[in-house]
C-alpha cells in the first residue's frame, strides 16, 4: 500500500508534516510506503535533520504550494506542479492507495470532485468528525461543512455515508443514525429536516432512530448524526471551543481531553472514488500522524468500494 502526504500543505509545514511522517512510519504496517510530495530539498534536509534516512520513503518533487487563503480551482489549474495537484495526480493513476493533505481544503475537495470524481449516485460527498461520547465510546456527525446547504435527499445519503464509515472503519456495528433536529417529534424542525425525516423513517439502507438534540450529540442514544453541513460545524467548532476553554483553566479531564482534534487526525472525503483524507489546518506532528494511521484504516477497509456496493 502507498500513501502520499502533502509536505508543503498545512500552517506548519514543512516542519510539522516531516515530523509527523517520522513519527507515522514506525507505527504503520512495514508494507506501507509513505510518499512524500513537495520541495525534494526540503524534504531531505528536514528528513537528514530527523535522523531518519530518506531512503525509507519515495519523494516526488512537487516545488509549488498552493496558499491556504487561495482560490481553490483557479489555484489547481495555475499550479499544475503544487504538492496537491501532484498528489491527486498520482491518486488518479492509481500510484496511490491514499492521499492526505493539511493543506487548502477547498482545493482538497475540488480536487477530488475533478479527478477521481463522485461516485455514481452520490449528489453531494461529505466530511465528518469524531464526537466522543462519556461513557469512552464516540460517535460521528455529518457533514461538517462542505455542504453548506442541503437538500433531503442529499441528507439522507449522509446517513448512507456516515453508517458505512462508522461500520467499516471504526467498527460500530449496525450503527444507530440520527437526524439532527430541535426536537424529537417527527414534525419538528424546519421544511428540509421535516422531508429528511420522512426519507429516513422507512429506511432500510440504514437503522434509523429518528430525531436527536443537541444534548444528545456526547451520549450514547445515537452512533451517527446527519445534518448540513452549517450546522455541522458550528457543533464541531462549538467542541473544539470547549476544548480550548477547559485548557486555558487548567483542567485536566480524560473526558474533555478526548475533544483534541490530534488524536482523530483528520477526515476521508466520503463519497469519492478514492481514498482521500483532509487534516487541520493547524495539524501538529501528532495530528499528521494519525492522519496517515487514518489514511492507512480507510485504504485498508476499502471503503469507496462499499459505498460504491451501496449505491
Given amino acids: 500500500m502507498k500513501i502520499g502526504i502533502d509536505i508543503m500543505g498545512g500552517d506548519f509545514a514543512p516542519d510539522a508534516t516531516v515530523s509527523g511522517v517520522c513519527l507515522a512510519y514506525d507505527a504503520l504496517p512495514p508494507a506501507v510506503t509513505l510518499v512524500l510530495i513537495g520541495d525534494r530539498e526540503q524534504i531531505v ?17 512537487a516545488p509549488d504550494v498552493i496558499g491556504m487563503g487561495e482560490h481553490p480551482t483557479k489555484a489547481l489549474t495555475q499550479k499544475p506542479n503544487s504538492s ?27 480536487g477530488s470532485m475533478f479527478t477521481v470524481k463522485s461516485i455514481p449516485g452520490v449528489i453531494r460527498p461529505c466530511i465528518t468528525s469524531v464526537l466522543p461520547k462519556e ?57 428540509v429536516a421535516q422531508a429528511a425525516y420522512a426519507l429516513m423513517k422507512d429506511s432500510k439502507d440504514f437503522y434509523f432512530i429518528g430525531n ?20 455541522g460545524n458550528v457543533v464541531l467548532k462549538e467542541a473544539e471551543a470547549f476544548y480550548t476553554i477547559i485548557k486555558k ?39 499528521i500522524k494519525n492522519m496517515l494511521l487514518l489514511a492507512h484504516s480507510v485504504a485498508e477497509a476499502k471503503l469507496p468500494e462499499k459505498i460504491k456496493q451501496a449505491f
Fill in 249 to 287: 483553566r487548567g483542567i485536566d479531564d480524560a473526558y474533555f481531553n478526548r475533544f483534541n482534534y490530534e488524536i482523530y487526525g483528520g477526515t476521508p472525503i466520503l463519497g469519492i472514488n478514492s481514498n482521500v483524507i483532509i487534516g487541520h489546518g493547524i495539524s501538529s506532528p501528532l495530528a
Fill in 45 to 61: 534536509s528536514l528528513l537528514t535533520q530527523h535522523g531518519f534516512d530518506p531512503s525509507r520513503v519515495e519523494i516526488v518533487h
Fill in 212 to 231: 436527536v438534540e443537541g444534548r444528545d450529540i456526547f451520549d450514547d442514544k445515537v452512533d451517527v448524526i446527519v445534518c448540513d453541513g452549517f450546522t
Fill in 135 to 191: 461513557s469512552g465510546g464516540f460517535g460521528l456527525i455529518l457533514d461538517v461543512g462542505s455542504n453548506a446547504d442541503c437538500k433531503p435527499d442529499v441528507l439522507y445519503q449522509f446517513g448512507i455515508l456516515g453508517s458505512l464509515y462508522a461500520q467499516y472503519v471504526y467498527n460500530i456495528s449496525n450503527p444507530r443514525v440520527g437526524l439532527l433536529n430541535i426536537g424529537e417529534e417527527s414534525e419538528k424542525g424546519n421544511l
Fill in 84 to 110: 496537491i495537484a501532484t498528489g491527486f495526480k498520482l491518486l488518479k493513476e492509481a500510484k496511490l492507495d491514499a492521499f492526505a493533505s493539511c493543506g487548502n481544503t477547498g482545493a482538497m475537495l475540488v
